[in-house]
């Protein structure tokens, strides 16, 4: 006989990490074994332990073969007393209804990729104007590169701090997809930038105390901008989920049709190195970074004429 709990019960005995009880749909799942090896993070999971994670878990999307695995920690179902409709909750099999009945989205979409391609080409339009440059200035591609992966760095960290500020849903998700476009942008710009940088003139380094530090800043920016997006990748796709591409819209990148259990401790591995990695970056490689740059400048070194995209 399928073991019945109130949502009292739940509360009270599934919030620890010993015991954590999700309700989905009516039904009850320990997910304490899952806890290691769910590809999002077990902190997502402990935030919904106690609680019914209905919403949350049908808005931020899962595949089949996740759904599948989800009922391997089913323990039980709620008395009938305190169940739910869940009317206002459409499943993943309505929501696909809906999406490909659904045609104005396609036509919005299209409208906000021209605008977006329209901002594109007037930026390479401006920056393609030949100009003098000093010498002590990069070349014209590699300051639009950097200006470029500047963005898209700091885009991808603002995306990510936000996104962590949702406990889980469609904004949550929308947010998410974002930052992985942003960061598969990343991992094709760096070929770029590198390419640029090694195939521009490069002027003299400021003379300063910290020179050799400067210059090993700069091969760590490679490096992390390398195995970020990598590390990105390797989650969705050992995760069985997938990365966007702009106007190719979500999912444009697929995951592996069907993960072991193998593949789920990879993911959640990539993940973990990928959010250390982030951590780094974004409180330790940035701030050094820029107060490079701020240094120079306080030592009067026109710091803003060697990098500005357009002068």
């Not at 300051?143 to 760095?153: E, I, P, V, Y």
Request: proline share 5%; aromatic share 10%; glycine share 10%.
């Amino acid at each position: 006989m399928t073991k019945q709990y109130s949502r009292a019960q739940v509360a009270a005995n599934g919030s620890s990490e010993e015991q954590p009880l999700l309700i989905i749909r009516n039904k009850v799942y320990n997910v304490a074994s899952w806890l290691g090896d769910h590809p999002g993070g077990k902190e997502i999971l402990l935030m919904h332990a106690g609680k019914d994670a209905t919403r949350d878990y049908e808005e931020i999307g899962h595949s089949d073969f996740a759904i599948e695995k989800r009922e391997t920690y089913l323990v039980g179902e709620l008395v009938p007393e305190d169940r739910s409709s869940y009317a206002d909750i459409p499943t993943k099999a309505q929501r696909e209804v809906k999406r490909s009945s659904k045609g104005s989205s396609g036509a919005t979409s299209l409208v906000v990729q021209s605008a977006a391609a329209l901002l594109v080409a007037l930026y390479v339009k401006q920056a393609s104007e030949a100009r003098a440059i000093p010498k002590v200035t990069y070349s014209a591609l590699l300051r639009h590169a950097h200006l470029l992966m500047t963005l898209g760095a700091y885009g991808s960290i603002a995306t990510s701090s936000i996104a962590m500020s949702y406990q889980g849903g469609s904004t949550k998700k929308a947010i998410m997809e974002l930052h992985k476009g942003l960061g598969v942008l990343l991992g094709v710009g760096i070929f770029g930038r590198i390419y640029a940088r090694y195939n521009s003139t490069i002027p003299p380094r400021f003379q300063s105390s910290i020179e050799g530090a400067e210059s090993l800043s700069h091969y760590v920016a490679y490096l992390l901008l390398l195995y970020l997006p990598y590390s990105g990748l390797k989650h969705v796709y050992f995760s069985g989920g997938g990365a966007p591409l702009p106007f190719l819209g979500s999912g444009a990148l697929p995951g592996k049709s069907k993960p072991t259990d193998e593949d789920f401790k990879k993911a959640a591995t990539e993940l973990e190195w990928h959010k250390f990695l982030g951590r780094f970056f974004k409180y330790g490689f940035l701030p050094f970074h820029v107060g490079i740059a701020l240094y120079h400048a306080s030592n009067n070194k026109d710091i803003v004429k060697k990098i500005a995209p357009f002068i």
